[in-house]
């Protein structure tokens, strides 16, 4: 029997200072963001190491409309309906009507 497949973590860079020097090398501090949790981690990256790509595709997806749950949207090829909250759509929110198409990450 197979192990379940690990759950991808996907990160956003909050932050990130000049290069500081540490023995060994260089590195660069950076804050990350978790995007599934919000929790922040901070981290420090050698400037020789390197980075998979991530597997990152865009998706059409059309506002249906916000309530206090969060803000609905359908993706067009599954038509599965998801929803953000209004912290993570934050001022983007008064730019959305009902309708609206968007190529989401």
């Known amino acids: 029997m197979n192990p379940p497949p690990r759950p991808r973590v996907w990160f956003t860079i909050g ?5 500081a020097a540490a023995p060994g090398g260089f590195e660069i501090p ?3 963001k978790n995007l599934l949790n919000g929790a922040v981690l901070e981290k420090s990256f050698k400037t020789s190491e390197k980075f998979p ?3 990152v595709k865009l998706a059409s ?3 249906l409309y916000n309530d206090p ?9 599954s038509y599965e309906q998801f ?3 209004e912290k993570s759509i934050g001022v983007d929110r008064f730019y959305l ?3 609206t198409m968007l190529e989401l990450f």
């Open 97 to 99: 009507k009902e309708g």
């Open 15 to 19: 932050h990130y200072c000049d290069i």
């Open 83 to 85: 929803t953000i909250s």
């Open 53 to 55: 790509e991530p597997d």
């Open 61 to 63: 997806v059309s506002f």
């Open 30 to 32: 950076t804050f990350l």
């Open 69 to 77: 749950n969060g803000f609905h949207f359908m993706d067009q090829t």
